[in-house]
């Protein structure tokens, strides 16, 4: 049966500030759903704390609205006892990058296939207004008394370190291109992160909607904005890792682009590597029945009631008899 | 007169094998018929500084240790310097021949305040600065001191076996020093043999290296030493299988029979060795042919990952658990508070150590009961079980799975070092009654047509559950207040409903759960004593109570499992029975006292307590509890046994 991203759709009330770039990222997910046509209860949604979080309510599939800044270890601990859900974890800039980061950068190591999506306005929303770590040194939004002190963090080079097999970068007022890197990002077979740049209406009075478009730089020539945001795709830039040979000159590429910022900021897949074998299949390495019968549709007692484990086993290693 | 069996000590520097040696010295003794307890000690280090374990050999089941060492195998000169007081007159000492000239104050790894207290000992008892010294002083309180040559055995031992340095083979004193002690004791070297193949089996030359040590060693001490110890080990007998585990080898066990399939765990003393030893049994052996089984063990980047994974895996129907110590607890605490809030059935195997903060990482202490019972912000339900012996860690740790998925809460499973890391044989455990309760759970199938909501009112509090990836069953969880369908509410009244809907689940919980798996009660029903106690110090407390009523004392135990929610009915019936409430634990406040007074009104007449680090002896417990017994007791003693 065909799905529509009104079947995604809930009858919660939507409370975002207007304008806010959400509205656009859960559109973009709710169409990249039904596209893939991925039944809502084999979805997961795993939804951190701040106004990004309550995206999870809003989309009809399984919603895990968890604490702040552990949507990875939740969505990471869904996959693994069931790996044929198709597991999204989704959070703020603040929520990922601050307060899990250990989280972010240990996910990386595992390569597991699920899907982070990062909402990335630079300030922290639900609380009103403080700098998220990826504001930028020296900046002063509106709601911070003094400009911001800190270095921002670069969520697409950390990503890189860390081992993300599939890298990428998108605006969440361009639906249609966001909704095709995260359709690119949940087929990815391996660990997928997206950084979804987006204005605070509310907040963020600096990396605004009209300052993306270029509002400020009008081309002479023509009279019109010239646009800070540029898809990669279509310029040459090759993402894909096609052998492992070439996987760190692809890595060092990458991470030349993500230091795009300013003028030019570019957004498309930066990095996609699908030889890195996932976590599923480092289980499956040991545990070859793993996929077939993962941890969530073990049977565990009989007909009886009984335990199935024979632990007679142990016993015997431990006998001293 | 209580049985107080043989007691074997193997000390030495960590790194050395003692934890082998004992092994091998437990399982020897369990092939010819004994039952052991035994206990580990070590520093928070890797190599060089002391450890010891603490062997207690009886004809029956034995859960603690007593004051008493009746045989010390020395792997060095500063066990013998911190265990010399324990050795009982007419105990021996194996110790090495090249160490008698080491002066006893320089010895490096002995600490500062540990000195000065000696010092004052070698002063007052006119001991002199050497090792020799101090042996002279412990023949003169006529206990026997066995030098050996340690190093020259080594070098015989070399040059059979055609190794050249002899730094290759230090490693195995260990082995040396249970040769002479077998030997000494006239053992039946063959059963001492089994058990050295047993446990280096699957490296043939290191087996051959070992018995053959075994051997010289054995022989030296029946050529050499004419006193021998024959007498002293008890007679054993076998007409069951019995196995040899500990604390956290049971856990292990009771989590994969109960059908623990995710384990998360960050690294921590003593909670890792269960991890460990999951992770090597992760395949796991069904009942069923073709009936595959597994449980997937993961590393986690800290104890926050750990129990959020932990509920991640418990949310889509795996039984799943997580287990730490305190500083990993206190890590938890926020993600307890979610799993309680989204009624998560994920247990918490909680070992704790002494405490506060890192503590005494590797030392004893039941310091954290007020903790479990109480952590996390905000109300929420939950069960916390304390075990009181290995044998209760192994069905407790299957309990704990039943009542988490029955009742839709966390359960945290408290246990401490003194049973992690202790070991003890048994008769093999009985599993033929255990069986697997998981609650309600709704299918794709009962699921079709209704509208499901996950934390729908119900009578119990109890909503019936829906796995994540369920057809027909897509549904909500979240850590804000929630309406009934998981989404977030703020609405007063709901609020009301859905606390009162959470915590209505702990009268099911005191209502469903028989009280035979809440509270232990041994001795006289209406005893004019009453003990109350929690965890590991049981084993010391039974059979301290057990040779007191045989002295004629009138004296009950009440051993509480279940500390919260307590069965408050049945332990405050049983406690107004007493005349006098003796509260036994192994912390500084007494925890558990003061929260049966909070929950029940009666209050602890006196109070026996340790917190030195060290677990309760039966010896020091028998003597505690004959003081109020006869009436000469402070209403509060502190124990303070052990090195």
């Known amino acids: 049966m065909a799905l529509k991203w009104q079947d995604f759709k809930t009858d919660v009330f939507i409370d975002w500030c207007p304008g806010c770039g959400n509205y656009g990222i859960l559109a973009a997910l709710q169409m990249a759903l039904a596209e893939l046509a991925i039944e809502p209860h084999r979805v997961v949604l795993v939804s951190g704390i701040g106004c990004s979080g309550k995206i999870s309510h809003f989309v009809k599939a399984n919603g895990v609205h968890v604490l702040h800044g552990r949507t990875l270890p939740f969505a990471q601990g869904i996959k693994i006892a069931n790996p044929d859900l198709e597991v999204i974890a989704i959070g703020g800039d603040g929520d990922g990058l601050g307060i899990g980061m250990g989280h972010l950068v240990n996910a990386g190591r595992r390569n597991i296939d699920i899907t982070y999506l990062i909402h990335d306005n630079g300030v922290y929303g639900l609380t009103k207004g403080q700098a998220s770590p990826t504001l930028k040194l020296g900046l002063k939004v509106k709601a911070i008394p003094r400009p911001n002190i800190n270095e921002a963090v670069n969520p697409l080079i950390i990503a890189l370190a860390a081992g993300y097999t599939f890298v990428a970068r998108s605006y969440a007022y361009d639906t249609k291109h966001l909704k095709e890197i995260i359709k690119q990002a949940i087929r990815h077979k391996g660990l997928a992160l997206v950084d979804i740049l987006q204005p605070c209406p509310t907040y963020n009075d600096i990396n605004t909607k009209e300052w993306y478009a270029g509002e400020d730089r009008i081309d002479p020539k023509t009279g019109k904005p010239a646009p800070r945001l540029y898809k990669l795709e279509g310029t040459g830039y090759d993402p894909v890792v096609h052998d492992l040979s070439e996987d760190f000159n692809k890595k060092l590429a990458a991470m030349e682009k993500a230091r795009e910022w300013g003028d030019k900021i570019p957004i498309g897949v930066f990095y996609k590597n699908e030889l890195i074998p996932t976590f599923r299949e480092r289980i499956t390495q040991r545990i070859p029945f793993y996929m077939k019968n993962p941890p969530a549709k073990q049977k565990i007692y009989d007909d009886e009631g009984s335990p199935i484990t024979d632990v007679y086993v142990f016993f015997k290693e431990l006998k001293v008899t | ?643």
Not at chain 2, 94 to 99: A, G, Y
Not at chain 2, 160 to 167: A, D, F, P
């Open chain 2, 1 to 643: 007169m209580m049985d107080k069996g043989f007691n074997w000590m193997a000390g030495g520097p960590q790194g050395s094998g003692v934890d082998t040696a004992a092994n091998i010295f437990g399982r020897a003794c369990g092939y010819g018929g004994l039952y052991v307890y035994g206990r580990r000690e070590y520093h928070s280090n890797i190599k060089g500084l002391h450890s010891y374990f603490h062997l207690r050999i009886l004809s029956s089941e034995v859960s603690a240790n007593v004051n008493d060492v009746d045989m010390l195998a020395a792997f060095d000169a500063e066990t013998v310097v911190r265990h010399i007081s324990e050795i009982v007159p007419k105990g021996g000492i194996i110790v090495d021949q090249n160490q008698l000239d080491i002066k006893i104050l320089e010895i490096p790894t002995l600490p500062p305040e540990f000195k000065l207290i000696f010092q004052d000992f070698l002063k007052e008892n006119g001991i002199g600065d050497r090792l020799a010294d101090l042996l002279e002083y412990a023949r003169n309180k006529g206990i026997y001191v066995f030098e050996v040559p340690y190093i020259e055995l080594l070098k015989q031992i070399a040059s059979k076996l055609g190794i050249e340095k002899l730094s290759k083979i230090t490693q195995i004193i260990n082995v040396l020093t249970i040769g002479i002690s077998f030997g000494l004791l006239r053992y039946n070297i063959g059963l001492v043999k089994k058990a050295v193949k047993d446990i280096f089996g699957e490296k043939p030359k290191i087996v051959e290296m070992n018995l053959f040590t075994l051997e010289i060693a054995y022989e030296y001490a029946k050529d050499n030493f004419s006193k021998d110890f024959n007498d002293r080990i008890p007679i054993g007998t076998v007409n069951e299988e019995r196995i040899f585990l500990s604390g956290n080898q049971a856990v292990a066990i009771g989590k994969v029979l109960g059908g623990c399939r995710v384990q998360t765990y960050y690294p921590i003393t003593p909670a890792a060795d269960e991890s460990e030893y999951i992770e090597a049994h992760e395949i796991l052996p069904t009942k069923i042919p073709g009936v595959e089984a597994g449980v997937v063990v993961l590393q986690t980047e800290d104890e926050i990952a750990a129990i959020n994974m932990a509920s991640g895996a418990a949310l889509t129907g795996a039984r799943a658990s997580t287990s730490t110590s305190g500083p990993g607890f206190s890590l938890m605490v926020e993600g307890l508070s979610w799993a309680g809030n989204n009624e998560v059935p994920v247990v918490i195997t909680y070992y704790q150590r002494g405490a506060p903060s890192t503590g005494l990482p590797t030392r004893h202490g039941q310091d954290d009961l007020r903790f479990a019972i109480h952590a996390g912000h905000g109300e929420f339900p939950r069960i916390v079980l304390a075990s009181g012996d290995i044998r209760e860690c192994f069905y407790d740790a299957v309990n704990a799975f039943n009542y988490a998925e029955r009742f839709q809460l966390p359960v945290i499973h408290l246990i401490d070092k003194a049973l992690a890391n202790s070991s003890q044989t048994f008769p093999v455990f009985d599993v033929s009654k255990v069986k697997i309760h998981r609650g309600e759970i709704l299918d794709e199938k009962m699921l079709g047509g209704i509208e499901y909501k996950r934390f729908a009112f119900t009578e119990s509090g109890i909503s019936p559950r829906v796995l994540l990836g369920t057809k027909n069953g897509v549904h909500w969880y979240t850590g804000d207040e929630h309406n009934e369908y998981g989404h977030i509410s703020e609405e007063p009244h709901n609020r009301t409903r859905m606390i009162e809907k959470r915590m209505k689940k702990l009268e099911a919980v005191e209502r469903e759960v028989p009280i035979s798996e809440k509270i232990n009660f041994l001795g006289e029903q209406n005893a004019k004593n009453m003990i109350v106690s929690w965890g590991s110090p049981k084993g010391a407390i039974v059979e301290a109570l057990n040779e007191l009523s045989r002295e004629g004392y009138s004296l009950g135990f009440l051993q509480v499992r279940m500390v919260h929610p307590l069965p408050r009915e049945h332990v405050k019936e049983i406690l107004e029975r007493a005349e006098r409430i003796i509260d036994v634990e192994l912390n500084y406040s007494g925890q558990l006292g003061g929260i049966i007074t909070e929950k029940t009104g009666v209050s602890m007449d006196f109070q026996i307590v340790k917190y030195n680090g060290r677990p309760m002896t039966t010896t020091e417990v028998y003597n505690a509890l004959k003081l109020v017994l006869e009436g000469k007791a402070p209403k509060r003693q502190v124990l303070t046994y052990g090195a």
